[in-house]
């Protein structure tokens, strides 16, 4: 049996709350899932991919528990109903990876921020921990499939870091256009400096990535 997490419903509360009231993700655009099962993460990806164009940009956040399987080198997203004695219910990363591509949702940018133990292994072999700064318009132009996560521990705390520097940042950041790869930047030194956790960034293999970025819109009041 899994052990119960408090923090992550409290903490997608807090993305979404940060998103739709200082940034410009409308309340009538989001999928909120609370302590959802499996089906319901993959009913969610299936409504993303009908509803998405090649014009929208996507943020999908996730935390909760996670398992790295040595044996076939891949990471799992553990949903409500996972049992830790059978993978019938988990979703793995490469699973992710296909349900984010841009054969599967069409959006120019797609943003996937994680907060569980090996939420790294969605990446390709180089993580991408900085890259060199270049003009809003070219990040903007180019399609994105990126990801950022807590780390690889083997154990995420129920009480994250990563997700108290995601929340201040965005709050406290006063650029009207923010590329993900800045606020990334923005946390990494905070949460190195005050826990065992590294944050990493980079680029979701195979997905469709084509070197753009994320950039998250201030809402002009």
């Not at 318009?137 to 521990?153: I, Q, V, W």
Request: hydrophobic share 35%; charged share 25%; proline share 4%.
């Amino acid at each position: 049996q899994l052990q119960s997490l408090d923090r992550p419903v409290i903490d997608a509360q807090q993305v979404y709350d940060q998103l739709t009231k200082n940034y410009t993700f409308d309340p009538e655009d989001v999928i909120m899932l609370k302590d959802p099962t499996r089906q319901q993460i993959i009913d969610a990806f299936d409504k993303l991919s009908q509803v998405t164009t090649d014009v929208d940009n996507l943020v999908v956040f996730y935390a909760g528990h996670g398992y790295w399987d040595k044996q076939r080198e891949l990471g799992y997203w553990l949903p409500s109903d996972a049992r830790i004695d059978s993978r019938s219910n988990w979703i793995s990363n490469s699973d992710v990876k296909d349900n984010l591509a841009m054969t599967s949702i069409k959006a120019k940018h797609t943003l996937l921020i994680t907060d569980a133990c090996f939420g790294g292994s969605i990446f390709k072999s180089r993580g991408m921990t900085s890259e060199k700064m270049i003009q809003l318009n070219e990040l903007y132009r180019d399609p994105s499939r990126k990801a950022m996560t807590s780390g690889n521990l083997s154990q995420v705390p129920d009480k994250s870091i990563f997700l108290q520097q995601l929340i201040k940042k965005l709050n406290d950041n006063q650029d009207d256009y923010l590329p993900a790869i800045t606020l990334y930047t923005r946390m990494y030194e905070p949460i190195t400096n005050n826990s065992a956790t590294h944050p990493v960034y980079g680029i979701i293999q195979g997905a469709g990535d084509e070197g753009g970025d994320f950039i998250f819109e201030k809402r002009k009041n």
